[in-house]
């Protein structure tokens, strides 16, 4: 398991940009397929973006493609998600998981991820 904790979270005007961080624990990070979810009030945490474990990879929901980023800097046990032109319906807890590499396919489903962080608010203004 990797321990993984959530930064960069808050309140931007609509066509404004903001980028989340992922940190990881434990030294198995760079072996691990990483994600970003997100969960709106009221509605079912869907997925917005998954990294390879090397990074030589990348995979969007449609609704985020050309807008948002997905990287990672393994020497660092970091993950990012820098997030432009922001909507009002990217209003959302943004949750980053971990999907091992060896136990999961790419692009890793939701069941592959097996560890999750405790989110961070991204709350987009009209």
């Known amino acids: 398991q990797v321990q993984l904790a959530e930064s960069g979270g808050g309140l931007v005007q609509a066509g404004g940009s903001l980028r989340l961080s992922c940190a990881a624990s434990g030294r198995t990070f760079a072996t691990w397929h990483m994600g970003w979810f997100r969960q709106a009030p009221g509605k079912e945490r869907e997925f917005v973006a998954a990294i390879s474990y090397g990074g030589a990879n990348t995979y969007y929901t449609d609704s985020v493609k050309g807008r948002f980023t997905i990287s990672r800097d393994n020497a660092k046990n970091t993950m990012y998600l820098q997030m432009s032109s922001l909507k009002p319906e990217d209003t959302a807890v943004y949750y980053c998981?971990?999907?091992?590499?060896?136990?999961?396919?790419?692009?890793?489903?939701?069941?592959?991820?097996?560890?999750w962080g405790q989110g961070t608010q991204v709350t987009v203004s009209s």
């Open positions: 998981a971990g999907a091992e590499r060896f136990r999961s396919r790419w692009p890793p489903s939701r069941p592959d991820f097996g560890s």
